[in-house]
């Protein structure tokens, strides 16, 4: 069972800046994608952006190409989301994910097979 644990989360102004972490383990052999999704109060868990563990590979949403950035440190088994001038339609509940897709893209929180429990970003105007 592949276990993951955000964190990195807080409170900040509009314009701030902010890294989450998601640390994973177990057999993370298994997972060739991880994804960070997004959820704000009464609202649907939106795609945000997702790395390929072996490539590097990445992609985002509109939303936040060019001001987020996911990277990944294979040896820590750990995956980045810098987030950078921040809005308040940033706030959400953001969620790591791992997914065993290796080569098709994977937008939808159903193509992902593993959940972190979330971690709170709120921005402030």
């Known amino acids: 069972q592949v276990q993951l644990v955000e964190s990195g989360g807080g409170l900040v102004q509009a314009g701030d800046s902010l890294r989450l972490s998601c640390a994973a383990s177990?057999?993370?052999?298994?997972?060739?994608?991880m994804g960070w999704f997004r959820q704000a109060p009464g609202k649907e868990r939106d795609f945000v952006a997702y790395?390929?563990?072996?490539?590097?590979?990445?992609y985002y949403s509109d939303s936040v190409k060019g001001r987020f950035t996911i990277s990944r440190d294979n040896a820590k088994n750990t995956v980045y989301l810098q987030m950078n001038s921040l809005k308040p339609e940033d706030t959400a509940v953001y969620y790591c994910a791992a997914s065993r897709y290796s080569t098709v893209r994977v937008l939808s929180s159903s193509s992902y097979d593993y959940w972190g429990q979330g971690t709170q970003v709120t921005v402030s105007s």
């Open positions: 177990g057999p993370t052999f298994s997972m060739y994608t």
């Open positions: 790395i390929r563990w072996n490539s590097g590979a990445s």
